[in-house]
């Protein structure tokens, strides 16, 4: 005598399934965060504020995100001043522009970094600052590149740590995710009669 397949405990194997995803995804995103760490290059401070997050939503969705809540990160992936990336690659830059936050000083058109008027401004930081206003519109890249000024109102060009850490890893992602779908262990949850 025989016995039979009674059915297949799906609910155990989805739960599992999303176990196993979830410690993959999890492995990913580390290495997604690691690649982006080493991917910062001019504002090293944003690497101690990125973070990866894992997310089950309503047990059909898994999402991991590198993410990164620190206002310089903003300056490292799309760049600062003549050196930054224009608004198709920018999402932000548009509103950036359009806020109190953009030095109208700027010639139009212009990136470029010049001098403030003399006053209180509100800096990207979201801080105030006091501008003397012995600069208000002169080129503050060329005097930092001659050296006359400090080397941080220099450009940077933009370096999409972001999304460079992203396509790095593409190929990973797709074979983590490959793997566990493919070697999940689906005969183990048939039950027998």
Known sequence: MTD?????????ASRDMETALSVQIAGLCGLVLQTA???????PEVRNHLE???????HEMIAGEVTVDYWQAWLEQFGKGSKMAG?????????YMNSDLWNR??????????????GNYRS???TVRLSGGSYAGVDLEELAARGDIDSSYG???PSYFLRAALQAN???????????????????YFEMG
Do not use: C, M, W
Request: glycine share 12%.
């Open 4 to 12: 039979g397949y009674k059915g297949f405990n799906a609910e155990k």
């Open 37 to 43: 760490k080493s991917n910062v290059r001019y504002y």
């Open 52 to 58: 990866r997050q894992i997310f089950v939503l309503a």
């Open 87 to 95: 608004s198709s690659e920018n999402p932000g830059l548009t509103s």
């Open 105 to 118: 000083l700027r010639p139009s058109g212009s990136r470029v970094v010049v001098g403030r008027k003399k």
């Open 124 to 126: 990207i930081d979201g």
């Open 155 to 157: 450009p940077t060009p």
């Open 170 to 188: 593409r190929n990973r992602i797709l074979q983590g995710l490959q793997e566990v779908i493919e070697g999940f262990p689906y005969h183990k």
